[in-house]
């Protein structure tokens, strides 16, 4: 069994920062990609920021220059670093990993529980 858990969301204004946690934990044997996606009232889910686990890092252009992803490989842990955030922000966040749980097993996609955040105008 593998658990992504959610941290950091919250209720903040624009032009505030905010700083998103997510811990894989349970039988996992390797990670690729870790990363963030995000989901608005009445919209698609949409991709935030990946990372690889050679750190090749992809972000939505509407948030490049104000967010950064960055990883922890040693704790499984990615984060998502956001800044001068805009009320078009608001939104549930979830985590996402591809997540192998044995040598020669393929790579399922994970999800977390999700992350509210709302920026305030």
């Known amino acids: 069994q593998v658990q992504l858990v959610e941290s950091g969301g919250g209720l903040v204004q624009a032009g505030g920062s905010l700083r998103l946690s997510c811990a894989a934990s349970?039988?996992?044997?390797?990670?690729?990609?870790m990363g963030w996606f995000r989901q608005a009232p009445g919209k698609q889910r949409e991709l935030v920021a990946t990372?690889?686990?050679?750190?090749?890092?992809v972000y939505a252009d509407s948030v490049k220059g104000r967010f950064t992803i960055s990883r922890d490989n040693a704790e499984n842990t990615v984060y998502l670093q956001m800044n001068s955030l805009k009320p078009e922000d608001t939104a549930v966040y979830y985590c996402?990993?591809?997540?192998?749980?044995?040598?020669?097993?393929?790579?399922?996609?994970?999800w977390g529980q999700g992350t509210q955040v709302t920026v305030s105008s």
């Open positions: 996402n990993a591809e997540i192998s749980r044995g040598p020669f097993r393929n790579l399922d996609v994970y």
């Open positions: 349970g039988s996992i044997f390797s990670i690729n990609s």
């Open positions: 990372t690889t686990n050679g750190d090749r890092t």
